[in-house]
């Protein structure tokens, strides 16, 4: 009776989970308010989420009343599909509340769900893109049921975007600017900006970059990562050989990660960051490479050509990847007189 999905619904296509991205956010809750209208079969929506590990995970978003008490219910009784979808990594159906299995395994959930007016809920762990949540997205339903193929696969999009959105919270940065200036151009390369001397740079803030590309953007996109490297002040050669890391690893997501990334260049900390994500299928397994450490003696290379050339051109490289995708954050360090790659 006890249902379980793979490790969300499955048929989440990577194109279509960046569009939603750029289309709702930075925005977690107007993501979460489109999600009411994009799954038509479903009558609410809620979402709960916290850092990996934590056993309470905090109320984020509730569409309407029917979920806010299923929300409610879940973090004052501690019982219910989001606590099972955290538990097991796993999504969870429950077709038919009705059904006296449901009321055995979620003995304080159950009724509290049914006095709220769902019939049927559906929760996604918030896993996604190499990163994961505590926490899920909640579906309901007031009639009892199955959601559709089709349903499922948007659900399972819509959490992919939402795990996305509050990983880019986590930077603790301003990204409102960033996806307004991606959204004017229909390639999401954006206008090339005019250089800015270093004086200029050091006296203003420049705001982070966001962009989304496939094979056909890649070259525009490295062109605007090339273009942000000098407006955060690295001389020629080296923004030169910073944007050859992010191509080589923007080549890497549309060839092993499902045709479509994302690019996310910011700076701090007298460093430029830049970190590259896909919703591929991993690379087979984690793999960690700080500060460009070379792997010790008998452990494998990855198999994808390019990531030597990648961790030379850098000061540091991270790499996440699991079943649900590939992120790599690479940085160099902001070094005023030239080559701060080591």
Not at 14 to 33: F, N
Not at 204 to 230: E, N, Y
């Amino acid at each position: 009776m006890y249902q379980h999905g793979a490790e969300g619904f499955g048929g989440a296509r990577p194109g279509h989970v960046w569009h939603l991205i750029r289309t709702y956010g930075p925005d977690l809750t107007g993501l979460c308010r489109a999600g009411s209208a994009l799954i038509p079969d479903v009558a609410g929506i809620g979402i709960s989420a916290g850092p990996e590990g934590d056993p309470f995970p905090q109320i984020r978003f509730s569409s309407d009343q029917g979920s806010a008490g299923i929300e409610a219910a879940q973090e004052t009784l501690d019982d219910g599909p989001c606590r099972d979808a955290t538990a097991t990594r796993r999504s969870v159906h429950a077709p038919d509340l009705s059904d006296p299995w449901w009321r055995e395994h979620w003995p304080r959930f159950t009724p509290a769900a049914l006095h709220s007016g769902a019939r049927a809920v559906f929760a996604l762990p918030l896993h996604a893109g190499g990163v994961r949540y505590a926490g899920a997205v909640d579906l309901y339903r007031r009639t009892p049921g199955d959601l559709s193929l089709a349903d499922r696969a948007t659900a399972a999009e819509l959490t992919a975007a939402a795990t996305e959105l509050l990983t880019l919270e986590r930077f603790g940065l301003d990204w409102t600017g960033a996806f307004a200036d991606a959204r004017l151009a229909p390639s999401g390369a954006g206008t090339p900006i005019a250089l800015t001397s270093r004086r200029t740079v050091a006296a203003a803030a420049v705001p982070p970059l966001v962009r989304w590309f496939d094979q056909a953007s890649m070259a525009r996109v490295r062109i605007r990562a090339h273009t942000a490297s000098t407006r955060h002040g690295l001389a020629r050669a080296d923004a030169d050989r910073f944007a050859l890391a992010v191509h080589e690893t923007m080549a890497n997501s549309v060839q092993h990660g499902g045709g479509f990334g994302q690019l996310l260049l910011w700076g701090r900390d007298d460093r430029l960051w830049c970190e590259i994500s896909d919703h591929g299928a991993g690379i087979g397994t984690t793999l960690r490479s700080a500060h460009a450490d070379r792997p010790p003696a008998g452990v494998r290379k990855r198999q994808v050509t390019g990531f030597q050339l990648i961790e030379r051109a850098c000061t540091s490289m991270d790499i996440t990847t699991d079943a649900t995708g590939t992120r790599v954050r690479l940085s160099y360090h902001n070094d005023a007189g030239g080559s701060g790659h080591r």
